[in-house]
């Protein structure tokens, strides 16, 4: 299965913790610093397509349920996404690190 970048930023947060819609907006932003930005009707497109696939559900619980309304629905990846993603990262970690550092090396030439 192939993500786009916004599946893969929404399904690497809720593997932290269940989120509801607007907590997974600020959660994206920051974890994208800054560079993925959603609006509610592309954040809820992606959140229907993801669970038309299987990949997210509505949350069993409500993590906080004194801060929110009976409205809120928190929504959470299942348990073996969850191991799947921790293990994809943990594979991904060392070509990341090294593209980073060949980035860093070309950034520091100069074309003077």
């Known amino acids: 299965m ?7 930023h929404l399904l690497l947060a809720l ?3 269940p989120l ?6 600020h959660r994206i932003d920051e974890d994208s610093e800054g560079r993925m930005r959603l609006l509610p009707g592309n954040l809820y497109t992606v959140i229907r397509r993801l ?11 409500n993590p906080a349920p004194a801060e929110d309304t009976d409205a809120t629905i928190y ?8 191991l799947s993603l921790a293990a994809q990262s943990q594979r991904a970690l060392p070509c990341v690190q090294r593209r980073l550092e060949r980035s860093r090396t070309m950034d520091s030439w100069s074309l003077h």
């Not at 192939?2 to 893969?8: C, I």
């Not at 669970?51 to 619980?61: F, I, N």
């Not at 929504?75 to 969850?82: E, I, P, S």
């Open 2 to 8: 192939s993500l786009r970048p916004v599946e893969l």
């Open 15 to 17: 593997s932290v913790s």
């Open 20 to 25: 509801h819609g607007y907590a997974l907006v």
């Open 51 to 61: 669970e038309a696939d299987g990949l997210v559900a509505e949350s069993p619980k």
């Open 75 to 82: 929504r959470t990846v299942n348990a073996d996404l969850r």
